[in-house]
């Protein structure tokens, strides 16, 4: 890619594509961003090799394979490097649909400490003759240290199965049979826990589930060309104190991006929330203000001192790339959002 490295943005935008020809279909528009438009019909175009939020974040960390998500978000919350492999097992909440359960995640929750510890602890006093033992690390992020010798389960990141049903997305591989048997008396022994009695009480969903993800050991290193990394994900956060990167809370607007030297990564997770909800309308009103505080300043800025190029990547589709050559390009038109599906 030409352009001044030391100017480069890297933007990784989840949820700005992936229903959008959907939503297209169903409403007849998903809405106007002429910044947004201009940039992504400037760029060209290229297929992204690595599919999906944690494999593109992988990617742009030279980091190949599945990302011990577990390790790296353990890191980044607890500020200590440590051993051992260790996997999320997320509080989640589980409902009926047609065919199959759909899961809701930790977001959608609002656990409290005392309620993440007290059901914690009911589970630990379950798991004790298994040697496994679930550490509340955050209220909504759970985290276990899986014994010496346990094989890792295939399983699948939680971004994935966010409002869909989990039936085909439960933990594979050789011991899958053991973790169906563990998720299923997890199951039951939190359907009829206190914390979950209060919180139905108070009109709020059971954390009537957990969902295992993301293990792994903790890379001895990964490797990053960036300066700067702007995220309030404590993944992008544990691979970015991996890298030795210093990382800030994710800014309002580009423009405290812009300020700063060198080459830079945004991780701007603000519409995937939306998709997953399948709330287009809640989209678009994000959209829209990512039209003004990311999108109008970048158009601005392309072929100055704080940014001679961007790249865009979309997690599930495909990456756009534009230089400052761009703002020449005058016989390049402007590209809805539906025009850049794959």
Do not use: K
């Amino acid at each position: 890619m030409s352009g001044h490295g030391s100017a480069v943005l890297d933007l990784v935008i989840p949820g700005l594509l992936d229903r959008v020809g959907e939503w297209q279909s169903d409403d007849g528009d998903v809405g106007r961003y002429p910044s947004l438009e201009w940039l992504l019909g400037r760029a060209r175009t290229r297929v992204q090799g690595a599919v999906g939020m944690e494999a593109t974040l992988g990617g742009l960390f030279g980091y190949h394979g599945a990302l011990p998500c577990a390790a790296l978000r353990r890191l980044a919350l607890t500020g200590e490097p440590h051993t051992g492999r260790w996997l999320c097992m997320d509080p989640v909440h589980l409902e009926p649909g047609i065919t199959d359960l759909i899961l809701s995640g930790p977001d959608v929750l609002s656990i409290d400490p005392q309620e993440a510890q007290g059901l914690v602890d009911r589970i630990n006093a379950h798991l004790a003759d298994e040697g496994l033992a679930i550490e509340a690390t955050r209220a909504d992020q759970w985290h276990v240290c899986l014994p010496e010798g346990m094989p890792l389960p295939e399983t699948v990141a939680l971004s994935r199965v966010l409002g869909r049903p989990v039936n085909a997305s439960l933990p594979g591989g050789s011991q899958s049979r053991y973790w169906h048997q563990l998720i299923n008396e997890l199951q039951m022994l939190l359907f009829d826990a206190p914390e979950n009695q209060a919180r139905e009480a108070h009109g709020l969903p059971a954390v009537n589930s957990v969902w295992p993800w993301g293990g792994g050991a903790l890379p001895e290193s990964v490797q990053s060309h960036v300066t700067h990394i702007y995220s309030d994900d404590p993944v992008v956060s544990g691979l970015g104190r991996l890298a030795g990167v210093p990382v800030e809370p994710l800014p309002e607007s580009a423009e405290a991006v812009l300020r700063a030297n060198g080459p830079r990564l945004v991780w701007l997770d603000v519409l995937w929330g939306d998709v997953v909800r399948d709330d287009p309308d809640a989209w678009r009103a994000g959209l829209d203000g990512l039209e003004r505080a990311w999108f109008g300043p970048l158009r601005r800025a392309l072929g100055g001192q704080g940014l001679s190029a961007l790249r865009v990547y979309t997690a599930f589709g495909p990456v756009f790339e534009v230089t400052a050559a761009a703002r020449w390009c005058f016989w390049r038109r402007s590209r809805s959002l539906a025009e850049c599906l794959p």
